[in-house]
T-cell receptor, first 120, second 117 residues
Framework: AQKVTQAQTEISVVEKEDVTLDCVYE???????LFWYKQPPSGELVFLIR??????QNEISGRYSWNFQKSTSSFNFTITASQVVDSAVYFC?????????????????FGRGTQLTVWP | GAVVSQHPSWVICKSGTSVKIECRSL??????MFWYRQFPKQSLMLMAT?????????EQGVEKDKFLINHASLTLSTLTVTSAHPEDSSFYIC?????????????FGPGTRLTVL
């Protein structure tokens, strides 16, 4: 079955600090996608990144970077030089090809989220 | 683009009334839509998967008769909370699969905040 674990419930940092949000996943599908979403207080989910299971290259987008390691089934997210506007709940999610027992093609499996608070 | 809208964005109703929430894909056809519920400080919980022209598939523990889902067209799915009670107060989010962008490309609506008095 598909499962996403975000062990960190809440993280607090001071502005300009770097912060890493952890995500560990479980799946038996060979083809799958991993996602990160940001949910600010308004509630609307903001898509940050999608990474497929065959692409282990790390990605950097401005202050954001992602480290995908299949060997440890992890897809961690780092924010460099954090800002107050980064304060939000961040969700890691997994979508598989539907071959893993109990999974459905296209369905997203969410972690429980990490509340990030960046203090000025 | 791939935009999904939800209407209303928030609703307050009295206990016992029914509330309908609409989810529309504005610039693509969505054969599959998903409905989620999110309680404060919790993750998104999938309620049901809605396929155009067929009955919705509900997750375990979700009452079909209470949460009626209709996906009558390729751009519209509706969720009706029947005889709403205070415990149904939650944030409801829909998403739509854009098959043209692959089976994994899911786009989210902005959510509907339901408060039942």
């Amino acid at each position: 079955a598909q499962k996403v674990t975000q062990a960190q419930t809440e993280i607090s940092v001071v502005e300009k600090e770097d912060v890493t949000l952890d995500c560990v996943y479980e799946t038996r599908d060979t083809t799958y996608y991993l996602f990160w979403y940001k949910q600010p207080p308004s509630g609307e989910l903001v898509f940050l990144i999608r990474r497929n299971s065959f692409d282990e290259q790390n990605e950097i987008s401005g202050r954001y970077s992602w480290n995908f390691q299949k060997s440890t089934s992890s897809f961690n997210f780092t924010i460099t030089a954090s800002q107050v506007v980064d304060s939000a709940v961040y969700f890691c999610a997994l979508s598989g090809e539907g071959l893993d027992r109990g999974s459905t093609l296209g369905r997203l499996y969410f972690g429980r989220g990490t509340q990030l608070t960046v203090w000025p | 683009g791939a935009v999904v809208s939800q209407h209303p964005s928030w609703v307050i109703c009295k206990s016992g009334t029914s509330v309908k929430i609409e989810c529309r894909s504005l610039d693509f056809q969505a054969t599959t839509m998903f409905w989620y519920r999110q309680f404060p400080k919790q993750s998104l919980m999938l309620m049901a998967t809605s396929n155009e022209g067929s009955k919705a598939t509900y997750e375990q523990g979700v009452e079909k008769d209470k949460f009626l889902i209709n996906h009558a067209s390729l751009t519209l799915s509706t969720l009706t909370v029947t005889s709403a009670h205070p415990e149904d107060s939650s944030f409801y989010i829909c998403s739509a699969l854009n098959r043209d962008r692959g089976p994994y490309e899911q786009f989210f609506g902005p959510g509907t905040r339901l408060t039942v008095l």
